[in-house]
């Protein structure tokens, strides 16, 4: 209550005002449970009636839903000498309270939305449209119209999940469903995985079964043929399973050689790119140089300016290992082909991160400031780099992976991810179907 009577220069705050609060807490009570709650006691199986009459004080919905309504009954009651001119806006600032991701997502999420109302192209397809989190997810989404969501599956466990969740989603309204099962537009999809894959090992009849069994390459075939505009997928399984189909059918862009997952952590004192993180088991000089300008070009779509060190345990040179020479010649070719990108390495992890050192060690190194995209050697080094930093981190700080490479706006996702990340990237993936490359 205070929050919102605050932010608007309340002079009083009036009985309107607290039957607003209480209204907004009603409502959210009636609604279905945060993960965050379920995180802290245990279970999702918590809904309205004689042990859950308010809301438990762990839902970070709680200052998003309140204070807002708090402060639009001030404005309406006239007591208000700051009114807000724009409510939505105030909702969003109101998240990065509760979300590390919400600074970060902000200028994104206001992109999504305001690309869904204008009718722009914004069908994400999830492929593991059955998955409790995936849900969730979609929930959100739809509530703040951030896409219009497809789900792959089947109609008759999505309603049993979304009436076991408490959620409001309806099947055919808020959200369109692609039946595994059954669909009339599933003859067009075998036979064109078979078209494309009959002289690599799949007959038709294999062709027939993969797309019914295959989430993602059915998720992937829908956004191929222009039924779905992207795709989310990955909650559920393997990555590089994932990526396998997707490669099928969709394949890589024009003038790129290699895939790679780049990864977002926003730290509390600095935001870290991390790249790759789950493809490349050992990339090559030429495949690092590729997918580290990718990433910089990334970074740039979502305002943020690479600075990049390409990692090694060697540092400047000062030790023989196969890293720290593959690292150098990516350095090199880089310079070629990005000349405007600021670049630096071989170097320490330490070295990256503290210009002090770095500029001890090497006077005149051409990476000024704090790095903030990271280039691994290898997977192994870049997946438990990632790991390390996520969970050390704590609190929902990850955002992505992206998927670097590929053909179609498409995010394979990994079984850790939460609903929030779910959500953050599929306002990423809406925005990447309407920004141009």
Same mark, same amino acid.
């Given at each position: 209550?205070?929050?919102? /009577?605050?932010?608007?220069?309340?002079?009083?705050?009036?009985?309107?005002?607290?039957?607003?609060?209480?209204?907004?807490?009603?409502?959210?009570?009636?609604?279905?449970?945060?993960?965050?709650?379920?995180?802290?006691?245990?279970?999702?199986?918590?809904?309205?009636?004689?042990?859950? *009459?308010?809301?438990?004080?762990?839902? !970070?919905?709680?200052?998003?839903?309140?204070?807002? /309504?708090?402060?639009?009954?001030?404005?309406?009651?006239?007591?208000?000498?700051?009114?807000?001119?724009? *409510?939505?806006?105030?909702?969003?600032?109101?998240?990065?309270?509760?979300?590390?991701?919400?600074?970060?997502?902000?200028?994104?999420?206001?992109?999504?939305?305001?690309?869904?109302?204008?009718?722009? !192209?914004? %069908?994400?397809?999830?492929?593991?449209?059955?998955?409790?989190?995936?849900?969730?997810?979609?929930?959100?989404?739809?509530?703040?119209?951030?896409?219009?969501?497809?789900?792959?599956?089947?109609?008759?466990?999505?309603?049993?999940?979304? =009436?076991?969740?408490?959620?409001?989603?309806? *099947?055919?309204?808020?959200?369109?469903?692609?039946?595994?099962?059954?669909?009339?537009?599933?003859?067009?999809?075998?036979?064109?995985?078979?078209?494309?894959?009959?002289?690599?090992?799949?007959?038709?009849?294999?062709?027939?079964?993969?797309?019914?069994?295959?989430?993602?390459?059915?998720?992937?075939?829908?956004?191929?043929?222009?039924?779905?505009?992207?795709?989310?997928?990955?909650?559920?399984?393997?990555?590089?399973?994932? *990526?396998?189909?997707?490669?099928?059918?969709?394949?890589? %862009?024009?003038?790129?050689?290699?895939?790679?997952?780049?990864?977002?952590?926003?730290?509390? =004192?600095?935001?870290?790119?991390?790249?790759?993180?789950?493809?490349?088991?050992?990339?090559?000089?030429?495949?690092?140089?590729?997918?580290?300008?990718?990433?910089?070009?990334?970074?740039?779509?979502?305002?943020?300016?690479?600075?990049?060190?390409?990692?090694?345990? #060697?540092?400047?040179? #000062?030790?023989?290992?196969?890293?720290?020479?593959?690292? &150098?010649?990516?350095? +090199?070719?880089?310079?070629?082909? /990005?000349?405007?990108?600021?670049?630096?390495? =071989?170097?320490?992890?330490?070295?990256?991160?503290? +210009?002090?050192?770095?500029? %001890?060690?090497?006077? #005149?190194?051409?990476?000024?400031?704090?790095?903030?995209?990271?280039?691994?050697?290898?997977?192994?080094?870049?997946?438990?780099?990632?790991?390390?930093?996520?969970?050390?981190?704590?609190?929902?700080?990850?955002?992505?992976?992206?998927?670097?490479?590929?053909?179609?706006?498409?995010?394979?996702?990994?079984?850790?991810?939460?609903? &929030? &990340?779910?959500?953050?990237?599929?306002?990423?993936?809406?925005?990447?179907?309407?920004?141009?490359?």
């Amino acid at each position: 209550i205070f929050r919102g /009577a605050l932010d608007v220069g309340a002079t009083t705050i009036t009985r309107e005002m607290e039957k607003a609060a209480v209204y907004a807490i009603a409502q959210l009570a009636q609604e279905e449970q945060n993960e965050v709650v379920a995180a802290a006691y245990g279970t999702f199986d918590i809904s309205f009636g004689p042990e859950y *009459l308010i809301p438990k004080p762990f839902d !970070p919905r709680l200052i998003v839903r309140i204070a807002p /309504a708090v402060a639009k009954a001030a404005m309406d009651g006239g007591v208000a000498t700051r009114p807000l001119a724009d *409510l939505e806006a105030y909702e969003e600032q109101l998240q990065q309270f509760v979300y590390h991701s919400g600074a970060f997502m902000k200028p994104l999420f206001s992109a999504a939305k305001r690309i869904v109302r204008e009718g722009g !192209p914004a %069908r994400i397809v999830f492929a593991e449209g059955e998955d409790e989190r995936v849900l969730r997810a979609v929930q959100v989404v739809v509530d703040e119209g951030l896409a219009r969501p497809i789900l792959v599956g089947r109609p008759s466990v999505l309603l049993t999940r979304i =009436e076991k969740l408490g959620l409001r989603l309806r *099947l055919g309204e808020d959200v369109e469903v692609t039946n595994p099962e059954y669909d009339e537009r599933f003859h067009q999809y075998w036979t064109t995985y078979w078209e494309r894959m009959c002289r690599r090992g799949i007959t038709k009849e294999m062709a027939r079964v993969e797309m019914r069994r295959r989430m993602t390459l059915i998720g992937a075939m829908m956004v191929h043929l222009g039924d779905a505009d992207g795709m989310v997928c990955g909650s559920v399984g393997a990555y590089h399973d994932h *990526l396998r189909f997707v490669d099928e059918v969709i394949g890589r %862009r024009p003038g790129h050689n290699v895939y790679a997952a780049m990864n977002i952590l926003l730290l509390n =004192e600095r935001t870290v790119v991390l790249v790759d993180t789950h493809v490349n088991d050992e990339p090559s000089a030429e495949q690092i140089a590729e997918f580290t300008i990718a990433a910089a070009n990334e970074m740039r779509r979502m305002y943020l300016a690479p600075k990049v060190a390409l990692l090694s345990r #060697s540092n400047f040179g #000062s030790g023989s290992s196969a890293s720290g020479a593959k690292m &150098r010649r990516a350095l +090199e070719i880089v310079r070629e082909q /990005a000349p405007d990108l600021e670049i630096d390495g =071989e170097m320490h992890g330490d070295c990256a991160l503290d +210009e002090a050192l770095r500029m %001890r060690i090497l006077p #005149s190194s051409t990476l000024k400031g704090e790095a903030n995209l990271l280039v691994c050697p290898n997977v192994d080094s870049g997946n438990i780099a990632y790991n390390l930093l996520k969970t050390a981190a704590g609190g929902n700080v990850a955002v992505g992976p992206f998927l670097l490479g590929c053909n179609a706006p498409v995010h394979i996702l990994t079984s850790s991810s939460t609903v &929030r &990340r779910i959500v953050n990237m599929t306002a990423m993936t809406v925005v990447d179907v309407n920004t141009p490359r």
